[in-house]
Each structure stands twice: as structure tokens, then as C-alpha cells.
């Protein structure tokens, strides 16, 4: 018997492209049957909620000695981050058991064994007594040959044990736990619940009602109730001690078998009038159980949304799909609600491989009778099905149909030549406005319960996305009815005919999500359309640095704008600068260095973070940059040696370094640093990061580079001490490694620190490419989440911002230590600055080198509209590389030669 008892953690993974993070209540039953049946200490981690990398969720798990790791996993797209979740989980502790249950395991287990190969065990079916029996076996160290429900590997090859018996009183339950409960409340979110499991149709598509199927003694659909009195206990618990009034009944089929269930809903309704719970819920059912009485009652008892799994309007349709629904039905059940003023949501598949131009017509027609802000589902939506449903065993031979690995999906061509085109135009419009479904339709169907003003600005909005969709299908259609072909040219111009509309939708939706979900919540996802993006060239696809998504591939260095007070608050003028530049289409700018000390300003009218009568200033600048669409990153560095003695003497009168070492720039000699001043400049830096944080920048950039303090710590031209700060590389290191672990450990693991780093110094016996490398491999495991790479001191023998590039082959002249970097292995995204100029480059960086961002620093004080002037065709930067802009000590970073001069 092992010592002690295994502590189990569940993990919901994060999930591509959902709408909502979605509240897992499987894990939540669990979790609450472990702990009151075996007393077991069990944890929840939703990361869709806590924003967490697959990195630091593994180290968490290993910190906390957790025994065994639990994985939910309903969607394909949840397998990514799972994945990498468990290679470091084997990598952190081999002995730890991963075990996984849900829809995937249940149904597609030889497919996610060959996907995640380090998951021990999965569990099909409902797993309540399945996983009690697994982990009683595991503490006692007995045999769990025989547990029903259980899959593994042995000896290369699967057992698939009896699935366990469906359950027959599922009140016996306890409530499942809710972790998250209190970030839902403060997100205005409706509280989820189960009443039922299992489905009594047998949809051909459907893996829920295929999952129910399986189990060993299941002779007719399986679908199990609780009772109505165990259900308003749960509502009455939240509503007298929450003062919660919004309940999601997650029901696959809220009524099962309707005939049969009938009776459940009336004593549903009974109950609620009875203990005088003034609730509204919504619910998912069929067309079938729409009935004028039993709904007017519901609605009465506070019924406020349905969802109908409609599916078509074609009769060919739904007799393919297995619906066991006539098109009569779905009509009378949409008249029936549409009459009490219940509001509700259809699904609608457009697509399958039978599709015909006059069923897409017939179901546009549908779709406007009932108004398109009803319609739930995007127009490229297409029927696909998984392992084991009634249509993948019907279809699983047939020469169409084709297997898709990477989505463990069966698909196939359209059949008709016409109707595949016009389901390409449609994927055309989604990939397009994709974003802005999302943001739309958690506003319309997830914020369905809040006051009227609000849910009416929604539907209003989501009825002109959807009306928007049904302009375009019945363009495309009438042209392809008189053309033989449809021209992609053709289609896109018309999605790009919708883009300004749709745009100034995405701002009033914007203020609506704001109002309901805040910025800095968990919950907060960044929904945007971008406005002519030019999805066909990689510089202008969307990048993620950790959590922070960027709208495309450019970024402005990090550079010296001498425009601050002369006390190194924000001024106007500043403001100004910034906000124009935010206005260039810019993916990231990065601000020049803001000190984090008085003594480390390092040169004139440059801004400071060095108190909280900073943050402010900076706090109306943020918003200016966000405003015009670019993200913003506050640089932070302390100059060091490398202060002019003007300024300098302003505070202390003398230079600090790690050394006494001359900088012959500045012709001081600097005076050694205090182990305790150097723990107090660690300190500033750390309380610089989190003021940064608190004004709302989108992360920070620890200037490690170009000769200021920290690259003084780092190198051993001007780093003589000899002390636990100096001598050997790790020593050099340390003072840049207590920075950011500082950082990291006070700001979190989800916001963005990147630093600009130097690969060598130029300098007899300074910083080699070598230990570097060393360096850089050592933050990339401590997660440093991006590298700017550059190089060379303020006394090196070769100049770091090159002169007179008018050449293609003579930009990226930093680009030879990224080569080097990513043969190393190392795993951050990479930004390379250094004499870009021109948009061919640019174009091989992205596509044929290891680069995820190119920076530009000259580039942009010449054009600030360099990214816009691309985008309409220019192919070269008028900067010459005279290196003007930066001679100019007291004045304002501009461009000396073009500024108010002719273009060339």
C-alpha cells in the first residue's frame, strides 16, 4: 500500500477557437464523488480560465506533488495543448499518472493513444465508479485488470475492458464542485447545470448519442433524469445563498424521451412556482418537444431561450442525417415560439455531400422568414462525423470518404461541382470575420439574461452579421447560377465589400463586451476583424507572444524619443507621438527606455518609471496606442555607466557600474556598485515591471543590450568584480536572472516579458556569441517569452546601427546569431532588428529564415507609415541609414533628412 493517499487534479484544456470558456461540470462531478466516497483530495484547473502556458500548468502540477492528472477531453481541439501538457509532465516526473476521459477517449481511444502515447489510462463512459475503483486500486496497489470502463497499453496492445453499466439515479450525486464560481458571478455569467445524461436519438452525426450507445447492456437509446426536486434544490441552493437568477440547463436533450419526460418538466415548473424562485433558463431541445401549453407554462416559470437542433429545412437532409424530424415539425416549433416570444437559436447545416443549389436556396429562404440573427451556425458550416456514429459506420467504406488525421474526422468532396465553389466562398467569409462571429455571439447567446437594452443592442448587432451572411450567399449564389465558375477574385471582393460595416460593428460590440467581461478577467479574450488585412502574406498574419495576440509581424524598436518632461513624466508631446504612431498600422511598438532609477536616465528628456507619480501619464498614453489598434510594450533599463554627466549630475553626480571601468563614450569613470545598491536596483526593476502592468501596458522589455547596466553585469570587459556578481559567466548572469524571476514571479506567468538582447560586444575580451547562447538558453527555461536580438557596446569596435544600407544584402546584419539561436533549440519567439529596409527581406525573413518579428528602429522615425505604405505597394523604406536621428543629443528623435523635405 503506498504511504500516502494519491492527490488527483483535473484539467479542463484549453480549447481552440471556443466561444466561452466552458465550465466542465463532468470534472466537477468527479471531483465531488472522490472527495465524499474516498476522501481523496482532488483540485480543478480550468486553463481557459487561468490563461495558463501547458509549461507552467505541468510545472505547477509537479510543485503541488500531485499523484494523478486528469484530462477532459471533449473536442480535437483540445488535444494540442494537452499534448504538450503531458510531455512535460513525463519530462518534470516520469512516475506521475495522466489518465484521460470524456468523448474522445470513450469513442476515438486508439487515436488519442497515438496522439498523446503519454497518457497511462482512459476511461469510456461515465467514470464516477470507474475512476473510485481505479484509484482505490492504485493506493492499495491491487489489480486493475477488471475495473469496467478502463483502456491502456499493455505490451503493445490495447485493453478495452466492459464498459460500465448506465447509471440509473444520477440524484444520488452529489452537486459537482465549482471552483470558478466566483469569476463566473463577477463575469455576469449564467450558472451551468446539469438536469440529464445521455440521448435517446441516434443523430447520424452524433457522437453524444453514439458515446451513450456504447455502454456494454444498452439495448435502446440511453438517457437518464434527475428529478425535479433534486434540480430546484441545486437552483434554490445558488438562488438563496448567491442571489443567482440565470441558470444554462447544458442538457444534451433536455427532455430525453418526450412522451415519457413530459411529466419531469410539469414537475419542474411546480417546483419552481412552489418555493417562489424567480429564475430565468434556457435549455437545448428538439422540434418535437415544442408544444404551445407545456412552453406558455415554462416561459411562465421563467423559460427565457431555446436551442433547437433543427439541422435543415431540406427533407433529404434530415432523413440523411438520422434527424427523425420533418420539416413541418422544425417550421411549427419556430411558429410556436416565435408566438409566446421565447427567444431562440437554430442550427443550421448548410453543407453535406449531397447539397444541391436549390436546397442552399430553399434554406436562405427559411433562414429570412425567421430572421437571420436566429441562425446559430456560420455559413460554411458542413457536416462532418467522428469514429463509431451511425454515419461513420454507414459511410467508413465508401470511396468519398476520406479520413482526415490531423482532425480525426471523416470528410469528403461535395458532390456537386457548383455548390463545393460556393462552400469555398463561404469559408472565405469566415476565415475572415471569423473574430467577430465569436465576440457576437457570446454577446447574443451567452449574455442572454442580462437587461433588455443591452440583449437588444446585441441581437441587433448579430442580426447585421448574420443578415450580412445571407447577403453574400445569395450573391454568390446568383452568380454562379449564370456563370459555369466561380472566380475566388470574384468572392473576395465581395467579402472585402462588407469590411468597413462589419468593422464599425466589431467597436459597438467591443463597448458591449466591455461592460460585462473586464480587461483584466481571465475571461477577457481580444475578439478583432482586422481591416484589409492582407491574409496571403505572412507579415501580416497574427501572432501570439504568451498570451498576447499581435496583429501582425512588425515591430518598432524600442527607441529613445527625448520627448518627456524634464522630470521624465508623460508629456502631451509624448502622448502625441505615440498615439500617431499607434495609428500606422503597427502590430507592436515598443517604447523607448523608461528608467527605472533616477541616476540610470540615460539621456535627455527620456521618461521615467521610477515612482507611482509615473504611472498615470503613461496609463492616457496606453490607451491612445490601443485606440488606433497596436499593441504596446514599455521598455525598462537603468543606463548605468552610460549616463551623460549632465544629467547624471542632476542626481548623484557620479556614474554606478558593476566595475570602475572608463566609458570612453561618456569619459566617466563609473563607481563600483554595493551589493545592497545592487539588491536595490533589482528591486526598482521588479517595481518598474509591475507599474508598467498597473498602466496597462501589454507587457515589457527588460533592455538587457547596447551597453546599459545589465549588459554591464554581463559583460567581462567591463564586469572585473569578484564577487558572487562577477568573474565566472553565471555569475555575470545572475543579476539579469534576479530581475526576471523577480518579474515573472510578481507580474505572472500569462504576461508577456521579452528582452532585447546583445549577442557579443565587439570589444577585446567582451561577451562572446558563445556564452550568449549560454545565457539565452538559461532564460529560455526559465520562460522568457521573446528575444530581440542585437549586439555591441557603447565602446565597441563596430558600430550596431550600421550606416548608408542601400542594399538588399547588406540589411539583417544580426541575422547570422538567429541562425545560430534556433540551431541551439531554443523555444522563444524571435525578433531581429538591424538594417531592415526593404519588403523582399522582410518577406524571406518571415517565410524562409527562423524569424517571428521583424523590428525596425531608424525605419520608423523616417516613415512611421512604413507598414500602410506597404500595404499599398511600396517595396523600400526611404531611409538612407544616415543615422541622423540619433546625433542629435537634446532634441527630439526625427528624421534630419526627410522631415518636412520632399519625398525622394
Not at 447509471?167 to 470558478?180: C, E, H, V
Amino acid at each position: 500500500m503506498l504511504e500516502k493517499k494519491p492527490k488527483i487534479v483535473f484539467v479542463s484544456p484549453y480549447c481552440l477557437g471556443f466561444k466561452t470558456p466552458q465550465v466542465r461540470l463532468g470534472i466537477g462531478y468527479l471531483s465531488s464523488y472522490l472527495k465524499k466516497e474516498g476522501d481523496y483530495q482532488t483540485r480543478i484547473i480550468n486553463t481557459a480560465y487561468e490563461k495558463m502556458s501547458a509549461k507552467d500548468l505541468a510545472k505547477q502540477i509537479v510543485t503541488k506533488d500531485e499523484t494523478i492528472v486528469g484530462f477532459s477531453l471533449k473536442l480535437i481541439s483540445q488535444i494540442p495543448y494537452s499534448k504538450e501538457t503531458c510531455e512535460e509532465l513525463k519530462k518534470l516526473n516520469s512516475n506521475i499518472i495522466i489518465i484521460a476521459g470524456g468523448y474522445i477517449p470513450t469513442l476515438s481511444y486508439e487515436y488519442l493513444h497515438h496522439k498523446i502515447p503519454e497518457i497511462d489510462y482512459m476511461f469510456r463512459g461515465e467514470s464516477e465508479e470507474t475512476l473510485l475503483k481505479f484509484i482505490n486500486a492504485i493506493y492499495e496497489e491491487k489489480e486493475i485488470i477488471h475495473i469496467n470502463g478502463l483502456c491502456y497499453m499493455k505490451n503493445g496492445e490495447f485493453i478495452s475492458n466492459n464498459l460500465p453499466e448506465p447509471k440509473k439515479n444520477i440524484d444520488k450525486y452529489l452537486f459537482p464542485d465549482r471552483p470558478y464560481l466566483k469569476e463566473q458571478i463577477k463575469n455576469h455569467l449564467s450558472l451551468t447545470m446539469i438536469t440529464s445524461r445521455g440521448c435517446v436519438n441516434n443523430c447520424g452525426f452524433c457522437a453524444i448519442s453514439t458515446y451513450y450507445r456504447l455502454y456494454s447492456s444498452a439495448t435502446k437509446p440511453c438517457w437518464i433524469g434527475r428529478s425535479a426536486k433534486n434540480i430546484v434544490d441545486e437552483i434554490e441552493h445558488f438562488y438563496r445563498n448567491y442571489g443567482l437568477r440565470d441558470f444554462t440547463f447544458s442538457d444534451n436533450n433536455f427532455f430525453g424521451d418526450f412522451e415519457k419526460t413530459k411529466s419531469r418538466a410539469e414537475k419542474l415548473i411546480k417546483e419552481l412556482k412552489k418555493r417562489d424562485l424567480k429564475i430565468r433558463f434556457r435549455f437545448a431541445c428538439r422540434s418535437d418537444n415544442v408544444e404551445y401549453k407545456l412552453f406558455k407554462k415554462f416561459k411562465d416559470a421563467g423559460l427565457f431561450q431555446v436551442f433547437l437542433g433543427t439541422e435543415s429545412v431540406i427533407p433529404r437532409a434530415l432523413k440523411y442525417y438520422n434527424k427523425g424530424l420533418s420539416v413541418e415539425q422544425n417550421i411549427k416549433a419556430v411558429e410556436i415560439l416565435t408566438e409566446l416570444g421565447i427567444d431562440f437559436q437554430l442550427a443550421i447545416l448548410w453543407f453535406d455531400r449531397f447539397t444541391t443549389l436549390d436546397e442552399i436556396e430553399k434554406n436562405l429562404e427559411f433562414t429570412k422568414s425567421v430572421k437571420p440573427g436566429q441562425i446559430h451556425h456560420l455559413p460554411s458550416s458542413i457536416l462532418r462525423f467522428t469514429e463509431r456514429t451511425p454515419l461513420y459506420n454507414k459511410s467508413k467504406n465508401l470511396d468519398f470518404v476520406k479520413y482526415n488525421e490531423e482532425k480525426n474526422l471523416f470528410c469528403y468532396e461535395i458532390q456537386d461541382e457548383k455548390v463545393a465553389q460556393i462552400h469555398e466562398a463561404c469559408i472565405e467569409w469566415t476565415n475572415t470575420y471569423y473574430p467577430l462571429y465569436l465576440l457576437l455571439i457570446r454577446l447574443r447567446f451567452d449574455y442572454w439574461h442580462l437587461d433588455e437594452e443591452f440583449t437588444k443592442k446585441a441581437k441587433e448587432l448579430y442580426s447585421i452579421l448574420k443578415q450580412s451572411e445571407v447577403e453574400y450567399m445569395e450573391k454568390i449564389l446568383v452568380f454562379i447560377k449564370n456563370k459555369n465558375n466561380l472566380n475566388p477574385d470574384f468572392y473576395k471582393s465581395i467579402v472585402k465589400e462588407y469590411y468597413q460595416d462589419l468593422f464599425n460593428i466589431q467597436k459597438q460590440a467591443k463597448v458591449l463586451y466591455n461592460k460585462v467581461v473586464y480587461k483584466d478577467s481571465p475571461l477577457y479574450v481580444d475578439f478583432s476583424i482586422k481591416q484589409n488585412e492582407q491574409s496571403d502574406d505572412i507579415s501580416f498574419k497574427p501572432i501570439t507572444i504568451n498570451k498576447l495576440t499581435i496583429k501582425n509581424r512588425f515591430v518598432r524598436s524600442g527607441t529613445g524619443e527625448r520627448r518627456a518632461n524634464p522630470d521624465g513624466s508623460v508629456s502631451q508631446e509624448l502622448i502625441d507621438f505615440y498615439e500617431e504612431l499607434g495609428r500606422q498600422d503597427i502590430g507592436l511598438i515598443i517604447t523607448g527606455h523608461a528608467y527605472v532609477e533616477m541616476r540610470g536616465r540615460s539621456g535627455y528628456r527620456l521618461p521615467g518609471i521610477s515612482s507611482d507619480q509615473f504611472i498615470e501619464g503613461w496609463k492616457k498614453l496606453v490607451e491612445k496606442v490601443h485606440n488606433g489598434g497596436s499593441k504596446i510594450i514599455l521598455q525598462i533599463n537603468h543606463g548605468g555607466a552610460q549616463s551623460p554627466k549632465d544629467i547624471i549630475k542632476m542626481y548623484s553626480g557620479q556614474t554606478v557600474a558593476p566595475s570602475a571601468v572608463q566609458n570612453y563614450n561618456f569619459g566617466m569613470i563609473p563607481r563600483e556598485l554595493t551589493e545592497f545598491e545592487i539588491e536595490s536596483l533589482i528591486l526598482a526593476f521588479i517595481d518598474a515591471g509591475l507599474r508598467a502592468k498597473k498602466a496597462g501596458f501589454d507587457g515589457i522589455q527588460i533592455l538587457c543590450s547596447q551597453g546599459y547596466l545589465i549588459s554591464q553585469f554581463l559583460s567581462p570587459y567591463i564586469n572585473r568584480r569578484t564577487d558572487k556578481w562577477g568573474g565566472s559567466l553565471e555569475n555575470r548572469f545572475r543579476f539579469l536572472k534576479r530581475i526576471y524571476c523577480g518579474l515573472r514571479d510578481k507580474l505572472g506567468p500569462n504576461y508577456p516579458i521579452i528582452c532585447k538582447f546583445p549577442m557579443e560586444d565587439y570589444v577585446p575580451n567582451g561577451l562572446t556569441v558563445d556564452e550568449a547562447i549560454w545565457i539565452m538558453r538559461q532564460l529560455d527555461n526559465l520562460g522568457m517569452d521573446a528575444f530581440e536580438v542585437s549586439s555591441g557596446v557603447s565602446s565597441s569596435t563596430r558600430n550596431n546601427c550600421v550606416e548608408n544600407i542601400l542594399k538588399e544584402d547588406q540589411e539583417a546584419y544580426f541575422l547570422q546569431h538567429i541562425k545560430r539561436i534556433r540551431q541551439e533549440g531554443i523555444k522563444a519567439k524571435l525578433i531581429l532588428v538591424g538594417g531592415i529596409r526593404s519588403v523582399p527581406v522582410i518577406k524571406d525573413l518571415l517565410e524562409k529564415e527562423s524569424i517571428d518579428l521583424v523590428s525596425m528602429c531608424r525605419t520608423f522615425v523616417c516613415e512611421p507609415d512604413f507598414v500602410k505604405k506597404i500595404k499599398q505597394g511600396t517595396k523600400r523604406t526611404k531611409c538612407i541609414s544616415c543615422n541622423k536621428c540619433m546625433n542629435y543629443y537634446k532634441q527630439p528623435t526625427k528624421c534630419y533628412v526627410f522631415d518636412g523635405a520632399e519625398d525622394r
